[in-house]
């Protein structure tokens, strides 16, 4: 199975340390939405996209890159963020929005994420250290389950 991750990784490099632990599951080719042409996704089996949070969205790089996708007859893709609160609710608008590109989304994964935004810097920061190493065994066993389950 021939797997891409594309990632946005601008303000601690949170969302890269997730998105590297579950290409190393899924043996995947991992880029930024720079580094690929969107039709280029057709030679892939599964794709997975992620980022930061950033006023309760995806970064803009990210959501401009899944404008410019192709429409697809049920593609398999999933999402996944790193955030302050670390909630699986900031993914859902991206979720719905690839639906409605004929994609199939198979998984979503969130955790948290360090965070030195405004204020929170002159306190240190949430979330320091995350996502540490729990998270990143987290996210393995949900990219093991994706690739089990997509082979299938
Ligand atoms: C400008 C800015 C806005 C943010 N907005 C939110 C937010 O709305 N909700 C949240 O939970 N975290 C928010 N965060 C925290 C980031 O989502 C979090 O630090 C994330 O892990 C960053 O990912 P990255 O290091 O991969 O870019 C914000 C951070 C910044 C810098």
Do not use: W
Not at 52 to 68: A, C, D, N, P
Not at 72 to 87: R, Y
Not at 113 to 142: H, M, Q, W
């Amino acid at each position: 199975m021939r797997s891409l991750l594309v990632v946005v990784s601008v303000h601690q490099g949170n969302t890269l340390k997730v998105a590297e632990r579950m290409a190393q599951e899924l043996e995947a080719r991992l880029v930024t939405p720079e580094e690929i042409v969107p039709e280029d996704i057709a030679e892939y089996d599964l794709l997975g996209i992620g980022s930061g949070i950033f006023f309760g969205k995806f970064h803009r790089r990210l959501l401009q890159f899944v404008e410019r996708l192709p429409r697809q007859e049920g593609k398999k893709v999933f999402v996944f963020s790193t955030s302050g609160l670390g909630q699986k609710a900031y993914n859902e608008f991206l979720e719905a929005s690839l639906r409605k590109r004929g994609f199939q989304v198979v998984g979503s994964f969130a955790c948290r994420g360090y965070d030195t935004f405004s204020v929170l810097k002159l306190f240190g920061g949430i979330n320091r250290g995350r996502p540490n190493e729990e998270d990143l065994r987290t996210c393995a066993l949900f990219a093991a389950q994706l690739k089990k389950e997509c082979k299938q």
